[in-house]
Each structure stands twice: as structure tokens, then as C-alpha cells.
């Protein structure tokens, strides 16, 4: 089976960080083209970072689509792959695993740097937390802003 964005949905939750957190937005990112194959169990997904768009802003815990404004929107994503994801030097995530039952798990290759994921499907969603120290994914961050940080990055699948 095909995989692309009619059969699966691929959000980004980015925690806030650092000295100006309490200013930044609580932004929503959505993975708007991704292919991939689901051929009995065995999966594989390639999520071009060229494609992915900030929505929103989670206020509340619902998504916002009117915020941030347009010219914020452009400035962050502009800013998320040329800085944190480097999109010259790598230009996709992929994933490679398996989904039995209500498990997917396999390796998760980000920035370069591959780790096992496993996640756990309850209604066919799943969500998995990548840490930002262990991709090596650089902050956003304003110069005078300079702290180690452990940052995580949610994301949810299906």
C-alpha cells in the first residue's frame, strides 16, 4: 500500500525553550508531503523537510490556524530549515520498521543521526518525543540565548 498524506498524518509539536520561552509560540507543524510503502508489516516512510509548514499555534491545547500571522509563519519556517534543520546538508527524515497490531517500530533517521523508535497506536494514533540533543537538531535561538538546552520534539503519526 501506498503511503502518502491521504492515509497518514505526520504533526510536529516543538517545545518552547530558554530565556524568551515565555514569548515564543507553541507552534503546530504539519509534514503536508510524505511518501512511503506499507507492504505487509515492513514500513517505510520519507518525509521531505522541504514540505513541512507551520499551521498554527496551540493555545490551550487547541490549534489556533490564525496564529502566528503570515509573515511570522514565512520567518519561522524560513528560519527551521536553513538553521535547525539544516536542509542543504539534509534534506528528509526517513523511518524504516514495522507495524504489527498496534505497534510501529523500527529506526527513525533524523539530521543525520539514527535511534530506534517504537510506538504504541491506540485508535490507530501514536505520538514519540525526539530529543534535540540526540539528533544533534540546532535551536532557534537569539544570540544572547546561548544555554545548553534538552529540548524535545513531539510528534504525532496516523
Known sequence: MEI??????????????????????????????????????????TVPFDQL???????????????????DRKKIEQNMLADVLETKK????????TREGDVVSGELTLHGVTRGIRVALVDGRGSFVINQMITKLNPLRPFWDNFESNRNYGSKLW
Do not use: W
Open 4 to 45: 502518502n498524506n491521504q492515509n497518514l498524518e505526520i504533526m510536529i509539536y516543538p517545545e518552547r525553550d530558554g530565556v524568551l520561552s515565555p514569548i515564543g509560540h507553541d507552534l503546530a507543524i504539519e509534514a503536508q508531503k510524505l511518501s512511503g510503502k506499507l507492504d505487509g508489516t515492513a514500513l517505510e516512510i
Open 53 to 71: 509548514r507551520v499551521i498554527g499555534n496551540i493555545s490551550n491545547g487547541q490549534l489556533d490556524r490564525g496564529q502566528p500571522g503570515e509573515k
Open 90 to 97: 539534509f534534506s528528509s527524515a526517513t523511518f524504516s520498521g
